[in-house]
């Protein structure tokens, strides 16, 4: 069997979650069948196909004829060069709506089945419409055709799937399929020998953070989804010794960017320990800022299921989520960590409907935590051993051959 994932995002341009599913998974299925990836961001490097774990890729750059045009219509231009280049597959299997056109025309065009992985929804990210502007109707045609067209969708949770079928009532139930997300145990774990902790150690002096205080550490892009500006309020009201880390860049517009920096500036005029990582750090580097922290919190507004938290649960961190999408499908309450309850709004953007109630919440959440290291600490190794049960890449890749099995026979 030939399978061809096409993606937006892959090594080494990699920018969120759905780029780490398409990496881990490729790898994994490597082992069991022919699989080749067609990413954006220009030609890669394949190394040698004939291991295992190597995975022939294939990158695109746009298309010069686009170069100035809006931002939807040169994906677009890449999703063609992407159909136009599949010759040979025996599936495609895309992944968000960046790569959804290039797999329903070449389905089409080849006569193969059309496989896609659901890692968000343009219609409950409305505010993405701030970033691409009419390219936003581009975006939700693209999905909205591959999602009605489409011989099999996997939700990457159990919420997933009951949004994909409340935004697309067209598609037929049966067709949808749950594989949750998962992990690579091996790469996200506590530095275990001396010269890791030595590293560790080097990488917490460098960007500035205590490793004897309590600490909130935050991992993300800045997009509203991620729910930043909301944990920043919450902030305020945490006691003064702990500290706050943020690992967040990469902001879709230049007005969530302003926001931000204005509460981050405001926070930091008011007490100390509020450190901003902007930079995308190596997985050894964001690795210890894990480890150093007491509790990871997720206050996204929409978060389909969240690998972040995964990566914090396998470095032994209890995790602070909302109660929203796929999260819940994560966090065990009150043993791998807490759920903040949030009531939302029902026009798509997620927005809580009490806000200052959902940040009162958090903050609780999070100095219940911050100030209970040893409960912290037992919450988090239940993490690890949740992550290891239940998220293993392994487990993810068998669940996603037995879908790829089902739609080839029909």
Not at 23 to 32: D, G, I, K, P
Not at 177 to 186: A, M, P, S, T
Request: one cysteine or more; aromatic letters at 6%; a negative charge.
């Amino acid at each position: 069997m030939r399978v061809d994932l096409l993606t937006r995002e892959y090594p080494p341009h990699v920018y969120g979650g759905a780029g780490v599913h398409v990496t881990e998974l490729a790898r994994v299925l490597r082992r069991s069948i022919d699989v080749r990836v067609h990413a954006f961001d220009g030609p890669r490097l394949n190394g040698d196909s004939d291991d295992d774990d190597v995975v022939p890729v294939t990158g695109y750059d746009d298309l010069p004829e686009l170069q100035g045009a809006n931002a939807a219509l040169r994906t677009f231009g890449v999703d063609l060069q992407i159909a136009a280049n599949l010759d040979g597959t025996d599936l495609v299997h895309s992944h968000t709506w960046y790569a959804n056109l290039a797999g329903t025309l070449g389905s089409l065009l080849l006569d193969v089945p059309h496989v896609l992985s659901a890692h968000s929804l343009e219609p409950l990210r409305p505010w993405k419409a701030e970033q691409l502007g009419g390219g936003y109707a581009l975006s939700s045609w693209a999905e909205r055709t591959a999602y009605e067209g489409s011989a099999g969708v996997i939700a990457v949770s159990g919420g997933m799937r009951e949004d994909i079928l409340r935004a697309y009532p067209q598609v037929d139930p049966a067709k949808v399929h749950v594989v949750h997300n998962g992990i690579d145990l091996e790469g996200w774990r506590r530095p275990d020998d001396e010269a890791a902790r030595e590293a560790a150690e080097a990488t917490l002096a460098r960007l500035g953070i205590d490793a004897a205080r309590p600490t909130v550490v935050f991992v993300g892009r800045i997009t509203r989804q991620k729910g930043l500006p909301h944990l920043l309020r919450a902030v305020e009201q945490l006691p003064a010794d702990v500290q706050l880390v943020l690992c967040a860049g990469a902001p879709d517009t230049p007005e969530i960017a302003a926001e931000v920096t204005g509460l981050v500036e405001g926070l930091q005029d008011k007490r100390d320990g509020v450190v901003w990582i902007e930079e995308m750090l190596p997985r050894p580097e964001l690795v210890a800022v894990l480890a150093a922290a007491t509790v990871f919190v997720c206050p996204s507004i929409y978060e389909p299921l969240g690998i972040v938290n995964l990566e914090a649960m396998a470095v032994g961190l209890p995790v602070v989520g909302s109660a929203t999408g796929g999260i819940p499908e994560v966090i065990d309450d009150g043993v791998t960590g807490t759920l903040v309850p949030i009531e939302q709004v029902t026009d798509g953007t997620g927005t809580p409907v009490d806000p200052r109630a959902f940040e009162r919440d958090l903050a609780e959440a999070l100095t219940a935590l911050a100030g209970d290291p040893e409960r912290a600490a037992r919450m988090g190794v239940a993490a690890r051993r949740r992550v290891e049960d239940h998220f293993s890449w392994d487990a993810v890749a068998d669940r996603t051959l037995e879908v790829y099995r089902a739609v080839l026979q029909g």
